[in-house]
């Protein structure tokens, strides 16, 4: 539990604040009532930027806030901003509980080109593929069975219809329970799914209802002949007993799906044999249901393999000998001495009346069982003879199909324990801009939406020119067929052309990317290509290019009047803002830097509205960036005959020239320089900009070269989809080049989890609450806490003893803390020191108690040190109405490099105690 250390009193900490039962509920009214109206007042809840001309007047430069989500890492405090609707998960608790889950937020033009959420979908789950049913329909397509048979479907076999990606790449993952340890698996793969097991016993209990003639093996004898293998009616058997096939033996719900799809179960018997009869004695049969024993099936009849039924077929003793039979069933004995009831392994029966002897067979013995015909049959166990056996047998039901990894899950994160793994919620959550913009519009200040909710993100794209990335069209298909069904499938793949994010958003997302190291933003390079595609794909002749001018002013310069394309759709922009600047960067913590991004050129980005143009399609987004350099050096426009108008698109038509000072574009032409380079990353650009196979980033017409960004080493949190390597190449995050067996998707879950130990670790302060005491005071809060008085200013028991209880948390530092000091302080600053006891009755000070160095320790073996702290109304009276404490937390940090170092976090915190008016309500 992390607790804020700096929290500002609610009811004021400077005087003793006085106030009547009857006026607290109206002065907070009042309160909150003014709030909410200065709030609306100045437009605080409303985020999008005002729309104004987009090349006359001052464009908007105010900020777009941004409300705190709390820290992406697992196990850490969420902040419990409340989401601004239905659509965006809550953020309550640790990260990774079922009200905090750790999100990724996907972000694609249209739904039908989604691929990490895949990656991410959880075992057994439904969606958004429902990998159960896709090899269901495989195996049936293929006439073949995933249970162990001759026509046995094998891994390989998925690849046709799934995709090598989910069923032949191997993924590496993070073992559970062993630390930096990896392992090797597919995304889908084949399993032994649901197993079951019943006996006769589960069976008799289940049959309670049932006559003889519905009994359960009445049912599974019946089979049917399918791919050469018996397969016993399992459905059949799921609706005689429904209640026997809800969950299987690990108590996971057996899907209606597997019920119905009888031909990938498979279903064995074997017989445990509980005891054995033996000569001397004898089996009698009597009346119906009244013996011990009975047999299941006519083949058990033959193999004299006696069950308990629990039924009529129940007819059968055992009596060890002659005397004991004599004793209990003398008439059947006389009829067996007579040769009269007489049954031997032959088959041979002899009649009562003696007069004829027969054969019959075991058939006719068991098609009578539920008659009178035969009773007082006797059966005598001799050394010869077949010895009968009482037996149980062992039904199994295992059903085999298709079930998936959750890759993501495994390679963002590891987990001490299988309970661990079970217990860390992860949602994978796949939306296009138009639908983050709408969410969006509800938001206020005081919600998130989805963007401030992602704890990472993933933008990516389709070819807009109408390719497949990377012969992934198949996932398109696996899109329409299992995913949505009902969706009908565009003329043409849709882009960020005509479904954009709003600048609004993309500048939350650049504020969240310039202050959380621990947020990984993912793009594929189809994001940037769309830089040199202008206002939008359709429109190559109309308003395309911008115009850069040398520096100097010399005409001859071959980048004067350059014909370079720009984009106006916001999330290339992000695109390109993000593989040029380390938006983490600032001046005060590297001393080279000139120029960082967030310090010099974002406050200057204006937004402006997008006009509407013939032809053109706008989008979904209403607004974008605007940029002229800067109020001090605006960026020069060229000499060309065309209108100021159209010169000045320059400032919404982004390329790779944007942000570069005009003063130095006439050094970029052909390769540049290592000088140049070098002046160029104090001017805040990554160097692994210029890690291009072009020769130089800034080409003129091309489109920027392919960016690795982060390689999660180097305390970034921006990355490319790549196999590593600065190829032109447009990745998907399945297939990078044929036959990587998943490499492509390794290297880039690696650098995500890199970018997700980017965080500086450092010690979070020892905090301190108020806890509840009814008899003393009224807790108001964690730092305030409320006392009676008399309405006559009279305090009774002025020297009696009160106390705060309270309790210090060490925030989830690695070693312990430690309470420096505890004061009660007036209003004119004079302080009291104050200890800290065990119990209510402060004679005995805390067991926690370092007397060699002063101080209180808080172990971090504890969640929090409890006490109790001493003052007199007396000292309430004369102005000591705050406790304040100085508190010590330490933490062991180590850094990628494997560098550690104790690092400590000092801090004041406080508590006041305020009080109210007892007075007579005559």
Known sequence: ?????????????GRKSRIKYAGITMALAVV????????????????????????????????????????????????????????????????????????????????????LVYLGQDEDGKKPLDVMQIGIDIAKGQNKTFAQSSSMMDQDKLKGDMGQWFSNNSYSVYKIGEKDEKENMPFAYIDKLYSLKFTDEDINEAMKDDTAAERFADIFKETTQQYATNWHDIEKLSNKFPEMFQKDQKGKKIRDIALEDRYNWKASKETDVLQEFKSPGYMVMVEPGKGDFGFTSLENLR????????????????????????????????KYSNNNMLYSDHFEYIKEDGSNSYWTGFDVLFENMGSTAFTGLIYKIESWAKAPSLVEFEYTFDYFGVTNHNILKRSLFQFKDQKDYDDFHMEVICMTPAEINKISKSDNELTVDMIERADMYYIQSGDF??????????????????????????????????????????????????????????FNQMVGKMLEGGISRNAAEKETHIYVTAGNGDPSSVLTDVHAKGSRNNLSKLYLISIQFDLLARKENDESLERTFMEDIYPNIKTISIPNENGVVSGTAETTGYYDGTIANPRKLCTCDASQDFKERAYYLWNTYTFVPTDIEDQLNGNLSEDTKEHMVSLGYLDTYFNTNDGNAFSGSSSPSHQSGSDGFDLKNVTVVSDSSN?????????????????????????????MQNEVQDAHPVTVTAEEQRKMYVKIADDTVMIDYEDDGKLVGEDKDLYVKVRFWNNENNRSGQVKEIRLVNEA??????????????????????????????????????????????????????????????????NKKGKGELVKKESSSEISIIGRTLFNLE
Not at 485 to 502: H, M, V, W
Request: aromatic share 12%; proline share 4%; net charge negative.
């Open 1 to 13: 539990m992390i607790h804020n250390s700096n929290r500002q009193n609610s009811f004021g900490s």
């Open 32 to 115: 909150c009532t003014v709030a909410f109206f200065a709030l609306w007042k100045t437009n605080v809840f409303g985020k999008f930027e005002a729309k104004e001309p987009y090349v006359t007047g001052d464009a908007v430069r105010k900020g777009v806030p941004v409300t705190t989500e709390g820290s992406n890492q697992k196990g850490k405090e969420g902040s419990g901003a409340k989401p601004c609707s239905d659509e965006v998960p809550t953020c309550s608790g640790k990260k990774g509980s079922e009200t905090n889950p750790f999100v990724v937020l996907e972000i694609v033009p249209d739904k039908s080109q989604q691929q």
């Open 303 to 334: 193999n004299w393999n006696f069950t308990k039924t629990g039924t009529d077929a129940d007819r059968w003793v055992y009596v060890e000998d002659e005397e004991e039979l004599a004793e209990k069933y003398p008439e059947y004995l006389e």
């Open 465 to 522: 020119d109408g390719n497949s990335v990377n012969e992934t069209s198949m996932l398109e298909e696996l899109y329409y067929t299992y995913v949505d069904p009902n969706a009908s499938k565009p003329k043409e793949d849709i882009t960020f052309y005509e479904n954009d994010l709003e600048w609004s958003l993309c500048q939350k997302i650049i504020q969240r990317q310039s202050s959380v190291m621990t947020l990984p933003l993912v």
């Open 727 to 755: 190829s032109n190449t447009n990745h998907s995050s399945f297939l990078g080049n044929k036959g990587d067996g998943g490499g492509l998707a390794n290297n880039m879950l690696e650098i995500i989890f890199q970018i």
């Open 829 to 894: 600053g004079q302080s009291k020191t104050r200890k800290l006891y065990t119990d209510k009755t402060l004679k005995q000070e805390c067991t926690n108690w370092k007397e060699t160095e002063n101080q209180y320790i808080v172990s971090v073996d504890d969640a929090y040190l409890e006490g109790y702290i001493k003052f007199k109304l007396s000292d309430w009276k004369n102005g000591y109405n705050i406790l304040q404490f100085d508190t010590v937390g330490w933490h062991y940090c180590v």
